[in-house]
């Protein structure tokens, strides 16, 4: 059991030793790895760096993740060079110059097929370049309690916080899983530079002026 996972218990009122409902920590660690999961996201918070050499006339080249999945490229460079490549996507590329698989040089931009395979225009004229690629990765579930939790320290009280939502709402208790998920989203937004606020809303009816407070996600 980790630490994450013996934070959840004790604020439920469980033992950390010996638990009498969760006997099974599979639920609590299912919501801690969904937790991370969603930070990363929000956050970009856990990278890996892949070296790809490239080889003459191959356009496409396919990433293999063992601990996760691609979130986004955060940058591309010809590491041999020390020059940064462009982002471009299919629609951009054809536009430009619809016979773009057919040229061949030293490549100058990068764009993703789906999740896996990332491509490098134009099509390398030689073998002798090689790319460093800086991705944004989701880790995928932790499985056992000695498995790195790939979350930063500042947002472990967020992944408590999720877990406590979703174990009180799995019991019916929604106000304890509202006040838990709200606290898991103040904890983002502070950290996404966002501040939590009620926006005033003012509408006009029958001469009337009637104000509406709508909550406003951080």
């Known amino acids: 059991m980790n630490a994450l996972e013996k934070q959840v218990l004790r604020l439920i009122g469980e033992?950390?030793?010996?638990?009498?409902?969760?006997?099974?920590?599979?639920?609590?660690?299912?919501?801690?790895?969904?937790?991370?999961?969603?930070?990363?996201?929000?956050?970009?918070?856990?990278?890996?760096?892949?070296?790809?050499?490239?080889?003459?006339?191959?356009?496409?080249?396919?990433?293999?993740?063992?601990?996760?999945?691609l979130g986004w490229i955060e940058s591309a460079w010809l590491s041999n060079i020390q020059v940064p490549l462009e982002q471009t996507d299919f629609i951009m590329l054809n536009h430009h110059?619809?016979?773009?698989?057919?040229?061949?040089?030293?490549?100058?931009?990068?764009f993703m097929i789906g999740?896996?395979?990332?491509?490098?225009?134009?099509?390398?004229?030689?073998s002798s370049d090689v790319v460093e690629l800086d991705c944004v990765v989701i880790p995928a579930p932790y499985t056992t309690d000695k498995a790195r939790l790939k979350v930063r320290d500042a947002y472990r009280y967020a992944t408590v916080n999720y877990a406590l939502s979703e174990y009180y709402a799995s019991r019916g208790d929604a106000p304890k899983a509202e006040q838990h998920l709200e606290l898991?989203?103040?904890?983002?937004?502070?950290?996404?530079?966002?501040?939590?606020?009620?926006?005033?809303?003012?509408?006009?009816?029958?001469?009337?002026?009637?104000?509406?407070?709508?909550?406003?996600?951080?």
């Open 97 to 110: 110059d619809p016979r773009w698989m057919q040229r061949s040089s030293r490549p100058v931009e990068y």
């Open 184 to 218: 898991y989203g103040n904890v983002l937004g502070e950290r996404l530079g966002y501040v939590p606020a009620r926006e005033r809303v003012v509408t006009a009816t029958s001469g009337k002026v009637q104000t509406h407070q709508t909550e406003v996600s951080p």
């Open 15 to 69: 033992s950390v030793t010996s638990p009498d409902v969760f006997t099974d920590i599979q639920p609590i660690r299912d919501s801690i790895s969904d937790a991370i999961q969603e930070i990363v996201m929000l956050t970009g918070g856990y990278h890996d760096r892949f070296t790809i050499p490239l080889v003459k006339d191959k356009t496409f080249y396919r990433l293999s993740l063992h601990n996760g999945d």
């Open 115 to 126: 999740t896996e395979v990332v491509g490098f225009t134009p099509k390398p004229a030689s």
